[in-house]
């Protein structure tokens, strides 16, 4: 085994200590591209976490060791230097797999992100499980991600593609959600946690009905698996894909969790070294999954770098951390729904026990237009994300062309959040007033 650098510094030792520091105080010194101005006198308040997550010093570390004590190829070599990157390439597997309660290690592909996992499945699984006529369901609220694959699926096999869309106050609508299910259904592909309403979904109600009628379900949990615990067999789905970097991991790194039997199932979608078993002049037999799925070199300091920042989240507990990001989603909803501009919050608001709900917030102001707001609001150092969020159908159908999103990690604080309001008015009121830009994406269709 690789002896990484130990997860959290010592910060983690004030927990429980009676000073009453909040988790976001406690762990921030772990992540030094905090520590700095944005610009001259403006402190850097980072606010913009569901687009990437900053990386704890332990993970920078434990890349930093990758490079300098035991670089070389996994699986390859049987010299030391390639028995230990494999070693910790394998353990980082285990690592992720006890993250999100798999049941075998054999469950876990790593791929370059979500993005690549959802591609892998549209493709080896769906091109030989859609039919012509067979219906896939989605939501509204799908990131491209979770949405272009199935429309790019869906034309190869002449299927058809259905929404299950939002209730009134922005959350799904499973009444509809249950109505679209019926005997064509062959895949249902949802979002747990929308990056753009902040919504947390049923998966496992989703996840029961979608096999009552013979359906498989894939959950997209980017926004979940960084902010709250996501145990693949309580959710009881077929697949779930996250991103690295959304989780204080890398980039370039993610991974595929599929319930063993049916990536057995599956045939290879990249062909290419690692994923054989045997190779012939004219064919190939293929290796068990999760080496069937991870051709070519892969990720290898990226996926080490994966299982250091599970093991950060780890060591400070993923129920701490859930039970502050509902903290600090009910913050930052009720300070900026409490500001007298005029404002649209996109999502549904927070029930009473805070737990409905990532710490992000999307919204819209009558007064400005989201990018112009994104830019003043960075001219005070408070870094947000302004854009359709990588959600444009949803967008649309909400009848904005984007919207602002301050979206907060287990770093951030109140504080952060006060900043992001302080700079919001300011910027408001700079741009805003009688006659001011006007956001031309106010009113909703729902
Ligand atoms: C909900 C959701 N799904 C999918 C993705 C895609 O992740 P990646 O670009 O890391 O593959 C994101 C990233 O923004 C996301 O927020």
Same mark, same amino acid.
């Given at each position: 085994m690789v002896a990484s650098p130990s997860p959290p510094t010592s910060?983690?030792?004030?927990? =429980? !200590? +009676?000073?009453?520091?909040?988790?976001?105080e406690k762990v921030r010194g772990d992540f030094p591209i905090l520590n700095q101005e944005a610009y001259p006198g @403006?402190?850097?308040? /980072?606010?913009? +976490? %569901?687009?990437? +997550?900053? @990386?704890?010093? +332990?993970?920078?570390? #434990?890349?930093?060791? /990758? /490079? #300098?004590? *035991?670089n070389s190829n996994v699986h390859r070599g049987a010299h030391s230097l390639s028995i230990r990157s494999t070693e910790a390439y394998e353990a980082a597997r285990d690592k992720v797999r006890t993250f999100i309660n798999a049941e075998d290690r054999k469950e876990i592909v790593f791929t370059r992100g979500a993005t690549e996992a959802i591609n892998l499945v549209a493709y080896s699984w769906g091109d030989a499980n859609i039919n012509a006529g067979d219906e896939i369901v989605l939501t509204v609220m799908?990131?491209? !991600? =979770?949405?272009?694959?199935?429309?790019?699926? %869906?034309?190869?096999?002449? $299927? #058809?593609? @259905? &929404?299950?869309?939002? =209730? $009134?106050?922005? !959350?799904?609508?499973?009444?509809? *959600?249950? !109505?679209?299910l019926g005997p064509r259904t062959k895949l249902v592909a949802c979002v747990h946690a929308s990056n753009a309403l902040g919504c947390i979904n049923p998966v496992r109600a989703m996840a029961d009905a979608a096999h009552a009628v013979g359906a498989r379900i894939l959950v997209d949990a980017c926004q979940s698996v960084p902010t709250m615990r996501v145990d693949v067999q309580q959710l009881g789905v077929d697949w779930l894909v996250a991103s690295g970097? @959304?989780?204080?991991?890398?980039?370039?790194?993610? &991974?595929? *969790?599929?319930?063993l039997e049916l990536l057995r199932s599956m045939a290879p979608w990249q062909g290419g070294g690692e994923m054989i078993d045997e190779v012939f002049f004219d064919h190939s037999t293929f290796a068990e999954p999760p080496s069937r799925f991870e051709a070519g070199t892969p990720a290898i300091a990226q996926a080490i770098g994966l299982g %250091? %920042?599970?093991d950060y989240l780890s060591a400070i507990g993923m129920d701490a951390i859930e039970a502050y990001e509902h903290e600090l989603a009910v913050y930052l909803w009720d300070r900026v729904a409490a500001l007298p501009a005029e404002l649209t919050l996109y999502g549904p608001p927070p029930n009473a026990a805070g737990d409905n709900r990532n710490p992000l917030l999307a919204f819209n102001a009558r007064a400005a237009h989201a990018h112009d707001l994104s830019f003043f609001i960075d001219q005070e150092g408070v870094a947000?994300?302004?854009?359709?969020?990588? #959600?444009?159908?949803?967008?649309r159908s909400l009848g904005a062309a984007g919207s602002i999103r301050a979206s907060c990690y287990l770093y951030n604080t109140r504080a952060d959040v006060d900043a992001f309001v302080v700079a919001l008015e300011a910027s408001l009121a700079f741009l805003g007033g009688e006659g001011g830009a006007g956001g031309g994406d106010f009113g909703l269709l729902l």
């Open positions: 910060d983690l030792k004030l927990e =429980n !200590s +009676s000073g009453g520091l909040s988790l976001g @403006k402190p850097l308040v /980072y606010l913009d +976490s %569901a687009a990437t +997550s900053q @990386k704890p010093a +332990s993970v920078i570390a #434990t890349l930093d060791q /990758y /490079y #300098t004590e *035991y799908e990131h491209h !991600s =979770n949405m272009v694959p199935w429309q790019l699926l %869906a034309a190869r096999r002449g $299927a #058809t593609l @259905k &929404f299950a869309r939002l =209730n $009134a106050d922005m !959350s799904l609508d499973m009444d509809h *959600y249950l !109505s679209l970097h @959304k989780m204080c991991g890398p980039t370039g790194i993610g &991974f595929l *969790y599929g319930r %250091a %920042a599970v947000v994300r302004a854009g359709h969020h990588c #959600t444009q159908a949803l967008h």
